[in-house]
């Protein structure tokens, strides 16, 4: 059902994918088609357009020349006014001078006016009453009376001295009432001169002083005093008239001007008037010109956009048109097509590579043609269908294989519709994972792990990607309804429940799930909830992980250059893909007006420009790396050898649990070959550097994985090695190892001939007859049984003490080594044990058949706190004694407390994890005798374990950033003297004067010299300091020491990442005395005086002693 599902939503999918793709393609060709179209009619256009614009040009031009003639007039006019009003300017300021000076004249006087208007002020009725009732006043009042007369009469009748007498002045007080009124009304500023002249009798009189006239009358002083002031104030006026009438006549002269200047300025705006309409006309002349002009240029810049659209788009829209017809022909097979496609995603995960391409060729692809269903011819169920080759290229870039199973693995993750649960011993997929999905914010778990379902539940209900790292055959119970994705509604949202909780489901989530078991055997229900994905490394993929390695070692520059080129490459595969989806977006979307877009075409102009730079420089990368890889070939022999071997060792755990071994393990002892295997006298001997690289790597990944084997396992190790290596040099046919390796019988065959029957037991000639079926030998193994019969040599050479190593009768000593192997295998199976290490001694050296143990010192060196050292029991043997020897010599002892032995039993638990917890944080060593009897504490320890590893990798990881800081810090110090050095070179051509007087010199030329010599703190900074909290670092003296019975309990984890040594007694003297006189060190021979009898007598006792 599920596949039926996937297969629909597959079908679906590729359906929208195609159609959409082909709408996208039909559109840009309809497009560029428009486009082509459009370019006839747009060169008319623009030939019409081009006249009337020329037309239009030449009226503006007239009506511009107009406009120019009557500016001329219009300025000449303006600039005749401005002399006019420069002239009125002076007038106005001269005018405003005099005024000024006037009222300054006038301000002057204007004191003694305002005090003679207050003296009237003090006049009432009452004391007017009074002086006009006085019958004979004295003189001054007669005198003050007279002169207020004389200035308020007609200048024309001025009375005479002799009138003014006291009964005249009485009769003009007559009123006293209105007489005050026109006092105060009285007009000082045009006073007759006559009047001043007339009372000059009475202000020169010493007597007319009004604080004389205080004791005769209270009118008579305010009267002298304003008497006083009009006469005063009228000597300013004399003064000031002349000035007023140069002012009158300056104001005349003004008027006159700025009528003479109105004048003018009526004539200019008149002008100006006339001006601006010619100027309107001409600007809506120039305005339609420009219209056209513009037109024209929009319709000029269409067609040449057109022509470029068509133009450079004219390769595209042939390959988009034969892409439409694929299109169509695809999608009328893609029912076949998809169908195969989801088969292979929900069938193929957990099989090899041999068996996806037998299972494919031979049966489905067969079946579908028998059963009638289109489908392409050879169609790749990946490519094409799972997945773009631009989504290949991401995800290599993100650390996924090359290689085509690895291909096939991400594109089943990537489409499968069940959880992908991984079959990744290797950690291959696990890496591609956490690097894929870190950017969508994975959260890495385990189970057991302290709250490792909270994680999870986070996870579920914010969306994120979730990955279950190291998961068992059997599947904690509490993810049954995740894996099965079993959920429920409540309102409008999705739950799903996880042990106790409700967690709401978020469509973005992810659950990824990995086991480190290479061979797992899942229950029915797992398998139907999970899809199983086999990322087993392959020996291909392998081969092309450590010839990188190889050729980093030796040459770096090429390694580099070719990884540079393969990044480069899928950078270019994704950006070639983006550019056409885009170059297709943007056309499909641009509507009909993409001619006037010029921001658009540009923009298709530079995509389609960037994807022929790229499909250009694509060329010239895959014509580099064509080179590189040619170069790389030759180093090809020792990726080989290392990867055959891998996958030698990898099988071991067939035989025994104990024998895990992952690749990462494995990767850090072909390094130490690689480091460890000398380079020729020639060095550009690359064939012999071949040959010692693959002898070195053969030998110490023999030695590692020997000395945690047990002696009876040993040859069969080499045994595989030495056939495998010969398998794939085709010296050896594999229907013959086949033979060997079976021990195949005839069932029912003919009888034994009388001639054999007293030397050729029953099950020996029915193996006999079995193996002259066996062809490909000269002369041919089926005339063996016959010869037996006919020939006694046989005899002898079957009854011979050690047949393995004598010649076989007659014509058969021809026959190759291995083939005398299946001779002895059928008559003298009892020897083949030794005839097998006396042709591994042959085939690949003594060094693959000798005892090959090494001290506990030497394995300490390849142990670190995150890979321990682990003792394979066997009865009688006890590896404390030798680690506690070991301690007391680097100073880790019990004493002092870096040395903690524990023996794992009931209740030990507690004390193990907390010796752990003590050495971790403090250093020292820690020693877990049994780990056999606590089975269900070994998964706490893996976790332990797992824990310990994450902090190291952190600690390592600030370590890189730091030393990353320090070297980028050394390159700028390094860069800075260089330039320094080239700056002092440069100034050598100074004068010796000069160098002498500037020290300058001679510090920067200092501090060139000591560019190399910087000592490292100057390149370390405040940020180097930053490190972990103390809780989160462990110390680089942690060690931990196991020891264990062979047992199916201990995790893999643990087998995988220890260093393991199998402890079991000798199994012999030769054994013995090689055992013993290991623990010898040339050391004391060397210092004696006879070295010889020394080891002759030291071998003597260890003889003795075996």
């Known amino acids: 059902l599920e596949t039926i599902q996937l297969y629909k939503d597959l079908l679906k999918a590729n359906r929208d994918k195609l159609n959409e793709k082909t709408k996208r393609l039909a559109a840009g060709i309809e497009t560029i088609n428009d486009a082509s179209k459009q370019v006839d009619g747009l060169r008319i256009n623009l030939e019409t357009e081009s006249v009337e614009v020329a037309e239009a040009k030449q009226k503006t ?8 003639r009557k500016r001329g007039i219009v300025e000449e006019q303006r600039a005749i006014a401005a002399i006019e009003a420069q002239q009125i300017n002076k007038l106005v300021q001269d005018v405003a001078a005099k005024k000024a000076e006037c009222e300054l004249d006038l301000a002057a006087a204007r004191p003694q006016v305002e005090a003679a208007k207050a003296a009237l002020d003090t006049l009432n009725k009452d004391n007017l009453g009074e002086l006009r009732s006085m019958a004979r ?40 009432t209105s007489w005050l009124k026109d006092l105060k009304a009285f007009n000082e500023d045009n006073i007759p001169q006559a009047c001043i002249d007339a009372i000059q009798i009475y202000v020169t009189n010493p007597d007319f002083n009004p604080k004389n006239m205080e004791r005769s009358s209270m009118a008579a002083p305010s009267l002298c005093r304003w008497v006083l002031g009009m006469n005063a104030y009228h000597e300013v006026r004399c003064k000031v008239r002349p000035k007023e009438a140069r002012l009158d006549e300056a104001d005349r002269s003004l008027t006159i001007s700025q009528a003479q200047k109105k004048k003018i300025d009526d004539k200019v705006e008149a002008l100006q008037k006339e001006l601006d309409q010619l100027v309107a006309e001409c600007n809506d002349a120039d305005g339609k010109a420009k219209q056209l002009e513009n037109k024209e240029r929009t319709t000029r810049l269409k067609m040449v956009l057109a022509e470029r659209l068509v133009t450079g788009l004219s390769g595209e829209k042939l390959r988009w048109g034969k892409t439409i017809e694929e299109l169509k022909l695809s999608s009328n097979l893609l029912v076949g097509d998809v169908l195969l496609a989801a088969a292979f995603t929900s069938y193929i995960g957990p099989f090899t590579k041999d068996f996806r391409t037998r299972i494919i060729e031979e049966h489905w692809r067969p079946e579908l043609i028998r059963a009638g269903i289109a489908m392409t011819k050879g169609i790749d169920p990946v490519l094409g269908l799972l997945a773009t080759e631009a989504d290949v290229a991401g995800w290599c870039n993100d650390g996924l294989q090359s290689d085509p199973v690895s291909v096939q693995n991400g594109a089943i993750v990537m489409n499968c519709s069940r959880w992908p649960l991984l079959i990744d011993p290797q950690l291959q997929g696990v890496k591609w994972i956490r690097t894929q999905q870190e950017r969508h914010g994975l959260v890495v778990v385990q189970p057991g792990q302290k709250r490792w379902l909270d994680k999870l539940v986070d996870c579920i209900e914010q969306g994120l990607p979730c990955l279950i790292e190291g998961c068992d055959e059997q599947i904690d119970p509490v993810l049954d309804n995740v894996l099965s994705r079993a ?29 480190r078991l290479s061979n797992p055997t899942f229950s029915p229900e797992i398998n139907a909830q999970t899809t199983l994905i086999n990322f087993m490394v392959t020996e291909s993929g392998l081969e092309d992980q450590l010839l990188a390695v190889v050729v980093n070692h030796d040459r770096k520059d090429l390694e580099e250059k070719r990884a540079t080129l393969i990044r480069s490459r899928n950078t270019m595969t994704i950006e070639l893909q983006q550019c056409e989806n885009t170059l297709l977006l943007a056309l499909s979307s641009a509507g009909e007006n993409i001619l006037e877009d010029i921001a658009l075409v540009e923009n298709l102009e530079a995509t389609k420009k960037k994807a022929i730079d790229i499909s250009h420089a694509m060329q010239a990368a895959i014509i580099t790396q064509e080179k590189i890889t040619a170069s790389r070939a030759s180093y090809q022999p020792c990726a080989a050898r290392g990867a055959l071997i891998f996958f030698q060792i990898d099988r071991l755990c067939k035989i025994d649990h104990m024998y895990q071994y992952s690749l990462e393990t494995f990767m850090t002892v072909f390094n130490k070959a690689l480091t460890s295997a000398a380079f020729p006298e020639d060095k550009n001997n690359v064939e012999e550097r071949v040959r010692i690289v693959s002898r070195a790597i053969t030998e110490m990944v023999y030695a590692y994985v020997a000395n945690g084997m047990f002696e009876r396992h040993k040859l069969i190790l080499s045994s595989m090695i030495t056939f495998a290596i010969m ?92 083939q005398r192997l299946l001779v002895l295998r059928c008559l003298r199976p009892d020897r083949l044990t ?100 606590v089975q269900r504490w070994m998964r706490v320890f893996e976790k332990l374990m797992e824990g310990y590893t994450e902090t190291y990798d952190k600690m390592a990881s600030i370590e890189r950033e730091k030393a990353a800081r320090r070297a980028a810090r050394k390159h700028a110090w390094m860069e800075a003297m260089r330039a320094a050095k080239v700056e002092a070179a440069a100034e050598e051509g100074a004068t010796e004067e000069e160098e002498e007087e500037d020290p300058a010199n001679d510090e920067r030329n200092a501090a060139a010299e000591a560019g190399d010599q910087a000592p490292e703190e100057e390149f370390v900074d405040e940020e180097d300091d930053a490190d972990l909290d103390e809780g989160d670092k462990g110390s680089l003296e942690f060690r931990i020491f196991l020891s264990a019975e062979p047992s199916d309990s201990i995790p893999i984890s643990v087998l995988q990442r220890s260093v393991k040594l199998s402890s079991e007694p000798p199994t012999g003297i030769k054994q013995n005395v090689a055992r013993a006189m290991r623990c010898f060190s040339d050391e004391p021979w060397e210092r004696s005086a006879k070295p010889t009898e020394f080891r002759a007598v030291t071998f003597a006792m260890c003889f003795f002693h075996a």
């Open 137 to 176: 006043p004295p003189d001054d009042v007669v005198m003050v009376c007279a002169a207020v007369k004389v200035l308020m009469c007609d200048p024309n009748r001025i009375p005479p001295v002799k009138s003014r007498d006291w009964a005249n002045c009485k009769l003009m007080m007559g009123n006293t």
């Open 834 to 933: 030794n005839a097998l290490e006396n042709f591994v001694a042959g085939s690949l050296g003594k060094f693959f058949i000798s005892d090959q143990a090494v001290g506990l010192g030497i394995s300490f060196k390849g142990s670190s706190p995150i890979n321990p050292i682990f003792f394979i029991l066997s009865p009688g043997v006890d590896p404390v004694r030798d680690v506690e020897a070991l301690g007391s010599k680097l100073g880790y002892t019990a004493d002092n407390g870096k040395f903690h032995n524990v023996s794992l039993g009931q209740g030990q638990e507690i004390v193990a994890e907390r010796a752990l917890q003590t050495c971790f944080t403090n250093g020292g060593w820690c020693m877990l005798n049994n780990v056999h009897l």
């Open 61 to 68: 031009d007239a009506l511009l020349e107009v406009v120019n």
């Open 487 to 515: 959920t429920f509604r409540r309102g409008h949202k999705l739950y799903m429940r996880v042990g106790s909780r409700d967690a709401e489901l978020h469509p973005k989530f992810k659950l990824f799930l990995q086991t």
């Open 727 to 818: 398998l794939r040099s085709k010296e050896v046919d594999r229907k013959h190892l086949d033979f060997l390796l079976q021990g195949k019988k005839k069932a029912i065959g003919e009888g034994r001939p009388e001639s054999v029957r007293d030397w050729c037991p029953e099950t020996s000639w029915m193996a006999v007859l079995a193996l002259a079926e066996v062809d490909g030998t000269t002369p041919s193994f089926a005339h063996l049984p016959q010869d037996m019969a006919d020939s006694n040599r046989w005899k002898l050479w079957s009854e011979s003490e050690r047949p393995e190593e004598e010649k076989l009768p007659a014509d058969w000593k021809t026959l190759t080594a291995f």
